[in-house]
């Protein structure tokens, strides 16, 4: 597959979008409430080509990281990419020489054994123990300066995380802890050693510092984007996508070209004991799924709400032929395990959707409402915020104008104590009638009404994959 380079059919808001590198004061419409104070950033990819590199696939765009500062009723912005070696080796002309996750380097195998795809630092931007970091699927953390979006480095937790481990770009927040839970698929430190393939899992406590809790050996390499967190244990939900290790490794083809959907082997829950203990592993027909929003325990149950999909096609060929015009979405679900290992799943809706999002402050705990985006950039469709209620399957839906592409919804509550769903839903739309990007602030309670306020940029970019909001105000610092 050839990645076209046309922009005769592109989504307008896939054009190279440029870094605001000092901060600028925004055009607010509407009236933003004073309550609503804090950070919104946001990470995704900001660029698709550089310096002779020309990305085959979604995933390897440059990660351009953008806060929207609002205090007072107004609002600033600012982004920056991230210097990644893969940034900088564009910059310097040097980008055909990238190997992405999508393109290969020159000189065939030679040329691309044993390199891992280039990082792009694309995927996520969350706040913890006062640290920004940007992560991806292929790399690990960045640190990135909360108030002026400079890159810091790579970050390794002070020599922790181990070398040439993978940090996942789905951390989960322990609302009551403060504590940050992540994981990485470790394939090639193992591989070499003789060992089978490990699920690492991490803890990241408050101050910052990174402990491996467990380490679960997998028979095969799953291509693993997300997982959850509930009181008592790590929740993954292995879909069948695997890597062929050798095969990327050894430069045969790219790691996309190298991964596959294998049903044959079905889908494997594994249930990691937070606080110690023997983990529980179940094994379930085949199923077809990248983000979860949300898990909790249930009566002994074990609750994972995530999008499931039909069929992985309806993922994969839209990432990779992202230039292409195209919708991705599946359908917000509920799969169950029992106490008995029992697993069942069933739709909350027959609506396509992605971006899950929930009120931060019930991550890990019963929950009620969803809060989601739909990703379509077919010509003249519509975008949509919705909102599922799961305890009685009612929804809501904004519906912005043909050609807008929207981002994630986060969900900021009105003050710590306010109820779920007391609150806003942030999320930042490229509107196409005006070429330009911005924030849209709904009110959570019924999002299908006009917008509270909308902060407009004077430019463009992707809304991008995902983020997160913070309480602090960054301050200027030029
Ligand atoms: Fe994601």
Redesign the pocket.
């Known amino acids: 597959m050839t990645a076209s380079t046309s922009t005769a059919t592109t989504h307008p808001a896939l054009r190279p979008a440029q870094e605001v590198p000092e901060e600028v004061a925004l055009r607010v419409t509407g009236q933003l409430p004073q309550e609503l104070r804090g950070t919104l950033y946001r990470n995704g990819p900001g660029r698709w080509e550089g310096g002779g590199f020309v990305a085959r696939h979604a995933f390897d765009g440059d990660g351009l990281v953008s806060k929207f500062v609002i205090d007072g009723g107004a609002v600033r912005f600012q982004s920056r990419y991230v210097r990644t070696p893969k940034f900088l080796a564009e910059e310097a002309g040097r980008g055909g020489g990238v190997r992405g996750m999508g393109n290969q380097r020159p000189g065939g195998v030679l040329g691309n054994v044993g390199r891992y795809p280039a990082d792009s630092a694309n ?2 931007a969350i706040v913890q123990a006062d640290r920004l970091l940007a992560l991806s699927d292929v790399g690990r953390p960045w640190e990135i300066d909360l108030d002026d979006l400079t890159t810091r480095g790579s970050c390794d937790f002070d020599g922790k995380l181990p070398m040439l481990s993978r940090f996942s ?2 951390p989960r927040l322990d609302p009551v802890t403060g504590e940050l839970f992540n994981f990485g698929v470790d394939l090639a430190p193992r591989l070499a050693a003789g060992l089978p393939i490990g699920l690492r899992c991490y803890r990241v406590d408050r101050a910052g510092r990174l402990h491996i809790e467990a380490t679960v050996p997998l028979a095969h390499a799953h291509i693993q ?2 997982f959850a967190i509930t009181e008592r244990y790590f929740v993954f939900v292995l879909a069948p996508i695997v890597l062929d290790p050798i095969k990327a490794m050894l430069g045969l083809s790219t790691a996309e070209g190298a991964t596959t959907y294998r049903p044959d082997i079905g889908t494997k829950i594994v249930l990691v004991p937070r606080h110690g203990g023997k983990r529980r592993e179940i094994d379930c027909p085949p199923l077809m799924y ?2 979860i929003n949300n898990a909790f325990e249930d009566r002994g149950d074990v609750v994972v709400d995530l999008v499931r999909y039909d069929d992985y096609r309806e993922f994969f060929d839209p990432a990779r032929d992202f230039r292409t015009p195209s919708i991705v979405g599946g359908y917000a679900s509920r799969l169950r395990v029992s106490r008995a290992d029992k697993v069942t799943i069933a739709d909350f809706s027959d609506q396509r959707t992605e ?1 899950p999002q929930h009120d931060q402050r019930r991550t890990s705990s019963p929950y009620r409402y969803g809060y989601h985006a739909t990703l379509d950039s077919r010509p003249d469709s519509s975008n949509r915020i919705s909102k599922i209620d799961t305890e009685t399957g009612r929804h809501w839906e904004h519906v912005f104008e043909p050609g807008d592409a929207v981002g994630e919804p986060i969900f900021v509550p009105r003050s710590a104590t306010a109820a779920e769903d007391d609150g806003w839903l942030l999320t930042a739309v490229y509107l196409a009638a005006e070429n330009r990007s911005a924030l849209v602030v709904l009110d959570a309670r019924d999002p299908s009404r006009a917008p509270i306020a909308v902060a407009a940029t004077d430019h463009h970019f992707f809304p991008g ?2 983020g997160s909001f913070t309480d602090r105000v960054a301050v200027p610092r030029y």
């Open positions: 995927t996520h770009p789905h984007h997300d990248v983000h971006m994959f995902h």
